[in-house]
T-cell receptor, first 114, second 112 residues
């Protein structure tokens, strides 16, 4: 049973560019959340997708956008990259069983912005 | 607003010694609480979770945690630490709809 898979694992971009990160959820999961983890900090919630719609959003600017596909996989897009966007981006999947909050995380995509 | 605080940024213990990592939370209702572990360059692995009921919960790798409502705490413990336990540990709170609020993490180092 494959867990949560993310791609790419590492990437380097320059300021002003755009990036797309991809996530496939764990089998049987239909809810995908994205988190940003800056160096030395805890993960910060970006947004969550369920039924191909953004259901919740954290305190991130509109430069951060996402999408969920019918097969439940998801993309995170970041436009007009800033140096401060350098971080580990974690994808997590779950079932819509609200309240339990058990998320399964991928290994992340490490983005470096130069 | 909900928040999670991990007061200790770094902790160093000797192999075989006991361990306690502190976690305090702020939330207006009964929280769902979690401890995750992150090895270098890796994602997060769930160690244990508290939803309700018994306030002492057992997790994987010999870890346990105790929920204390009166102290708004959910401390993680292990009676005997192994070198492989060296990692970053995160306490997290689920406030609504599977959105987790994480603490800043505690980096555990294990001396031989």
């Amino acid at each position: 049973d494959a867990g949560v898979t993310q791609s790419p694992t590492h990437l380097i971009k320059t300021r002003g560019q755009q990036v797309t990160l991809r996530c496939s959820p764990k089998s049987g999961h239909d809810t995908v959340s994205w988190y940003q983890q800056a160096l030395g900090q805890g993960p910060q919630f970006i947004f969550q997708y369920y039924e191909e719609e953004e259901r919740q959003r954290g305190n991130f600017p509109d430069r951060f956008s996402g999408h969920q596909f019918p097969n439940y996989s998801s993309e995170l897009n970041v436009n007009a990259l800033l140096l401060g966007d350098s971080a580990l981006y974690l994808c997590a999947s779950s079932t819509p069983d609200r309240g339990t909050g058990e998320l399964f995380f991928g290994e992340g995509s490490r983005l470096t912005v130069l | 607003a909900q928040s999670v605080t991990q007061p200790d940024i770094h902790i160093t213990v000797s192999e075989g010694a006991s361990l306690e990592l502190r976690c305090n939370y702020s939330y207006g209702a009964t929280p769902y609480l979690f401890w995750y572990v992150q090895s270098p360059g890796q994602g997060l692995q769930l160690l244990l979770k508290y939803f309700s009921g018994d306030t002492l919960v057992q997790g994987i790798k010999g870890f346990e945690a105790e929920f204390k409502r009166s102290q708004s705490s959910f401390n993680l413990r292990k009676p005997s630490v192994h070198w492989s336990d060296a990692a970053e540990y995160f306490c997290a709170l689920n406030n609504a709809g599977n959105m987790l609020t994480f603490g800043g993490g505690t980096r555990l180092m294990v001396k031989p």
